[in-house]
């Protein structure tokens, strides 16, 4: 299996508003060798072990329980919550989550490739992060800032973001 690989925006993303706005933006993308619709992306996403150690962590201290069933519901688009998230956007390839304190946003998206009738789909995760306006005392300028923590964690949320979608691609694969 291929490895997952930073890309720019997509044109169609439901993430370029977002940063059109002025929040930070990534995207991830991975191809796998079979036709995959968004919501079988949707529920292997959030049901991978690795998503499930932040649910429990979620769940743990956030007191924001989810379960695969949701996953399933979010996916299928009988449920717009999920955890600390809520839909902001769907379409039939998209998913943009957005969580409670409107700070960060997910996106998902898998767009079956057309050069090979559908056989082949690329799976896209991205995510976004809106600034804090600076009210420090010190350094209060009223605009928009990122924190040392957003700039800390920012290499290892890249890691996990691959990880994340290479979890989500080899269990499509595995369920094939």
Not at 133 to 142: C, E, P, Y
Request: hydrophobic content about 45%.
């Amino acid at each position: 299996m291929s490895m997952a690989v930073p890309v720019k925006l997509p044109e169609s993303s439901l993430l370029l508003e977002l940063r059109r706005g002025g929040s930070f933006t990534d995207c991830y993308t991975i191809q796998v060798p079979i036709a995959v619709m968004q919501a079988q992306f949707v529920e292997a996403f959030y049901t991978t072990p690795l998503f499930k150690a932040e649910r429990l962590v979620l769940k743990l201290f956030a007191a924001s329980p989810s379960s695969d069933q949701d996953a399933r519901d979010l996916a299928q688009g009988t449920k717009d919550t999920f955890a600390v998230w809520r839909v902001a956007e769907r379409s039939t390839e998209q998913l943009l989550l957005t969580d409670r304190t409107g700070r960060t946003s997910s996106w998902l998206m898998a767009l079956p490739d057309s050069a090979t009738a559908g056989k082949t789909t690329s799976l896209f995760f991205g995510s976004a992060v809106t600034a804090r306006t600076n009210a420090n005392a010190a350094a209060n300028t009223g605009k928009p800032a990122f924190g040392f923590a957003f700039h800390a964690l920012l290499g290892l949320h890249g890691v996990y973001s691959r990880r994340l979608l290479e979890a989500a691609a080899s269990r499509l694969l595995a369920s094939r």
